[in-house]
């Protein structure tokens, strides 16, 4: 029986072999139902059994070290039958030999096929005497630990490693809280796997996170309580070194941050994500060494942050930045330091190259980059003036707005062709439309008030001789002014005479007699309403007079044969007039600020023949400011002029009463008021 059981552990590799082989003797043995059949039978089953067992894997991980040595001694008998050398007697006596040294001697007595681990560093001091191989490995395995694994009928001797027992998996309760009324989220995190807390939120909230295959081991920490919902993701990615960013689709991205990121918070308190880079040497330019820049984008506007960073650099990453399509037509020399914040691609493009000899186009919504000069850069346009002039804008525009820039005339049109680089021609058209503004106009309408009042009174007796006869005439009523001839003072006397002792005679016939006894009275009010209208800034001119004429005679005597002298006679003019000059300037509440000058002059007096007739003059100037369609009075101008003038017989015109027979005078006074009134309308056309 001894030699059927070692044959089928042998023979039988397989466990499907095995088993068929021992049911094959099952049988057998069942049909001949005799007790030593019966014997044999279980020893065939428990021996098979064992086998079985020594040639699975093991199943005793969790077994103490008594359960394990008693599985190991099972083992071993059940080996026992196969190998009849474990039940052999061994006399063994070493002392401090290896346990390898130990067990080939104990395999060489009883002729057994023992390995032994090499990695055993274990020393053996033993006496032993009249006991089986068996008890020997059992001694061993348990003194030293040692596990003892049978195939076929070699046995193997190694360190025992005790199985390591993972324990159960169960999943961490994240504390997450959705409050769906008032849309808010509490988290208390620790440490928690990114991908569960995402799965958690989206199942309670039932909106869509999605967390990248490259974060699935990321653990996240965060503390919030009732925060918005979008907020708490924002801050949670933000305490995390993470981006999150939402689609237009709704759907929350967790993201990592790419090389040259960081995360900050920027001027709305939010978190957000700009970029620091080290700047390429390409564009350095020789200008020193080059420092950092970081871009960051909030919204469609970009904060910017270069030292002496290459215009290359910036061009390239700012673009990244706001998703613009570009080609770069020349290499972008030279270097920038710069800090901006909130600033469109477009301006921030017009700021860096202004100065520069470089520029861009946007043609559908590609920008064109590169030298000014290169064809497909340049850009033509005509502007055409509304209100203004182009006399008085070309003046206006700054020399440096002009620099590169070929600006053409056209005087018949009021039109400008500018020729240039596209930022720059939009600047100056931007900076025309805003010096071409409507200009208001300003009627001025002037109000001139004079009064005049004068009073003269002439009184005296001239008598002489005339060259004829002179005839009585003259008026006696609305004063006295007559002239008596000889016969009327002939006649005057012989009546006179009549009556008296006394004969006074007659005169000749040529003598006169003039009498006057007048007195005048001048009181005048002359108006002008004229209107003046002007442009704001540009002065409107008045000027009302009169001009008086005087002869000039002159005598020239030429000498030759015959002595020939002519007299001349030449008229020259004297101009008495009113003159108003007046500058309106608009302010923006309609307040108009008038500047304003006035001269006048007047004749005075009765020249002498011949004689340049005197005049008058008064000047002054103020400025004032007034409402529109206010009206303003400059004030009363008023000239006093007085004269007296008198002839007569020397010392009897000075004594009283007889002063009136021997004498003629003219006693005269006057006043002059000028009143101005002036009154702006603002009119806008």
């Known amino acids: ?84 050398g474990l039940k052999q007697k061994v006399q063994v006596g070493l002392s401090g030999v290896s346990i390898q040294e ?15 681990d090499p990695m055993l560093n274990i020393k053996v001091s033993s006496n032993v005497t009249n006991e089986n191989a068996l008890n020997i490995l059992m001694f061993l395995a348990k003194n030293y630990d040692l596990e003892i694994n049978v195939i076929g009928s070699i046995i193997t001797v190694a360190q025992y490693n005790p199985p390591v027992v993972k324990p159960s998996f169960v999943p961490k309760d994240i504390p997450v809280k959705y409050n769906a009324a008032t849309g808010t989220l509490s988290l208390e995190l620790n440490n928690d796997s990114l991908v569960n807390v995402a799965r958690k939120i989206s199942r309670l909230s039932g909106k869509n996170i999605v967390v990248p295959f490259a974060l699935n081991g990321k653990m996240v920490t965060g503390f919030f309580n009732e925060a918005p919902f979008e907020t708490a993701l924002e801050k949670l990615a933000y305490a995390n070194e993470l981006k999150m960013s939402k689609t237009s689709d709704q759907v929350f991205v967790f993201q990592p941050l790419a090389e040259g990121e960081e995360l900050y918070i920027n001027s709305d308190k939010n978190t957000d994500v700009r970029k620091s880079m080290k700047p390429s040497q390409q564009g350095a330019g020789g200008n020193g060494a080059a420092g950092g820049f970081n871009i960051d984008k909030k919204g469609k506007l970009l904060n910017i942050n270069a030292v002496n960073t ?38 921030f493009l017009t700021a860096m190259f202004n100065g520069t000899d470089y520029t861009y186009k946007v043609e559908n919504g590609i920008y064109l980059i590169g030298d000014r000069k290169l064809e497909g ?41 500018l020729s240039g680089a596209s930022p720059q021609i939009a600047e100056i058209e931007a900076y025309i439309k805003e010096l071409d503004k409507l200009v208001p106009m300003v009627l001025i309408e002037v109000t001139l008030l004079d009064i005049r009042k004068g009073h003269t009174i002439k009184t005296g007796i001239t008598a002489g001789l005339a060259d004829s006869v002179v005839r009585t005439k003259g008026q006696v009523l609305s004063g006295i002014d007559m002239t008596l001839g000889a016969g009327s003072i002939n006649d005057l006397l012989g009546r006179i005479g009549s009556n008296s002792v006394f004969n006074i005679g007659k005169v000749t016939p040529n003598f006169y007699v003039k009498l006057n006894a007048l007195e005048a009275n001048d009181n005048a009010e002359i108006r002008q309403v004229p209107k003046l209208a002007t442009l704001n800034g540009h002065t409107a001119n008045l000027s009302i007079g009169t001009t008086r004429y005087y002869v000039t005679k002159t005598q020239n005597v030429f000498s030759s044969v015959n002595t020939q002298t002519v007299f001349t006679e030449q008229f020259n003019k004297v101009d008495a007039n009113l ?75 000075r004594i009283p009463v007889i002063k009136w027979l021997f004498s003629s005078r003219e006693r005269t006074k006057s006043k002059v008021i000028t009143l101005v009134f002036i009154k702006p309308t603002i009119i806008y056309q």
Not at 27 to 35: A, H, T
Not at 314 to 328: D, H, Q, R
Not at 396 to 401: A, D, H, K, S
């Open 377 to 417: 850069l340049r850009r033509n346009k005509v502007l055409q003036l509304q209100y203004r002039s182009i006399d008085t804008i070309m003046m206006m525009i700054p020399n440096e707005l002009k620099k590169g820039l070929e600006i053409k005339e056209f005087k018949e049109q009021n039109t400008l062709l």
């Open 102 to 116: 130990f067990l080939r001697a104990v395999a060489q007595s009883n002729q057994l096929n023992i390995n032994v």
């Open 579 to 653: 003159a108003i000059a007046i500058s309106p300037l608009v302010s923006g509440d309609d307040q108009v600020t008038l500047k304003i000058r006035v001269e006048i002059s007047d004749f005075i007096g009765t020249p002498p023949a011949n004689a340049p007739p005197p005049t008058s003059t008064s000047k002054f100037e103020s400025i004032i400011r007034a409402h529109n369609e206010d009206m303003i009075v400059l004030g009363g101008m008023e000239r006093t002029e007085k004269s007296e003038a008198g002839s007569g017989v020397p010392l009897l015109s």
């Open 1 to 84: 029986m001894k030699k059927l059981i070692y044959n089928v552990s042998s023979s039988c590799r397989t466990r499907a072999a095995r088993r068929d082989l021992l049911s094959v003797l099952f049988k057998r043995s069942l049909l001949r139902r005799d007790d030593e059949c019966i014997n044999k039978w279980c020893l065939i089953r428990t021996t098979a059994l064992l086998l079985f067992l020594s040639l699975s894997l093991p199943s005793f991980a969790q077994q103490s070290k008594q359960e394990r040595m008693d599985a190991l001694e099972k083992k071993l008998v059940g080996l026992s039958a196969f190998v009849p």
């Open 310 to 347: 290459p215009i290359i650099d910036l061009v390239k990453s700012a673009a990244t930045e706001t998703g613009a399509n570009y080609f770069l037509y020349s290499d972008l020399k030279g270097n920038i330091s710069t800090k901006v914040n909130d600033m469109s691609f477009d301006n």
